[in-house]
């Protein structure tokens, strides 16, 4: 029988130790090839990455970027939203705009109609005309006149 | 027709100096067919208490006392009634008694002179 020395004895196991690893990462190389899950084969503690490991990334990656998505859709919507609130209030005012200066219009006809007719009527403050003691001063001539003015409109009611 | 306005003129008219207002207070009062302006004018012209007036409402012929409206004529007697100085309507009422021609001018002269005695 022959004699192991010490110093061989381990020798030969550093070889198959180098065998084994040898074979672990040409396994590891040709599933990474496979997956293509880990293209730059980071490690983790000495271990390849593997592909679930690069799913949970996905995993959580999908669960990120969503978020993101819907963060920048969220802001259009607001800012959509905010557009048409905006243009509602835009549109309001303008309507309220326009029925504001139609009122003035119309009111400014009105109140000219009011002054026509004011002008066409006789504004007569006959408190003081029509006073006796002032119509008594007057000559007959112009109280007959009057009063046939007057006595005219009931004639011709 | 503002009545106020009416009145004042009326008014006016019985109380002006110049003759002429009793021959516009014929003229445009005692010939209105309103009862009311007939009353105002028949109250103006005794109160002017001047023979020319007074003749105007005693002795014509459907005015003053002898007009149609009976309200009108109440109010020109109770004016009569109600003048101070009687002395004028009573001559003017004595002549139309005497010399007037319509019975029925008569009969009412007849009747006011009775009641400004009585009132007198």
Known sequence: MQKISPLRS???AF???KALRANKTDKAQKTEQKAQTNPFGITFKGNMIQMDVFEKTQKTEKAMS???KERLQNTGKLLASAWVGTINKFSSFKTNAIAFGNKLKDNTIAFGHKLKEIGNTKVEFDVFKYNVSRLQNQPVSELKSLLANELQGVSNE | MNSRRVRNIIE???KHKDEESIQVLNELGTNCPIDEI???TSKALIRKNTHSALELMIVNKGKGINDLSARVAMCAINELLALKDKQEAIKILDDTINMHS???VQDTARSVKALMSFSS
């Open chain 1, 10 to 12: 381990s020798i030969e």
């Open chain 1, 15 to 17: 070889n198959k130790f």
């Open chain 1, 66 to 68: 969503p978020s993101l």
């Open chain 2, 12 to 14: 006016a008219l019985g």
């Open chain 2, 38 to 40: 007939r009353e105002l």
């Open chain 2, 102 to 104: 319509e019975k029925e």
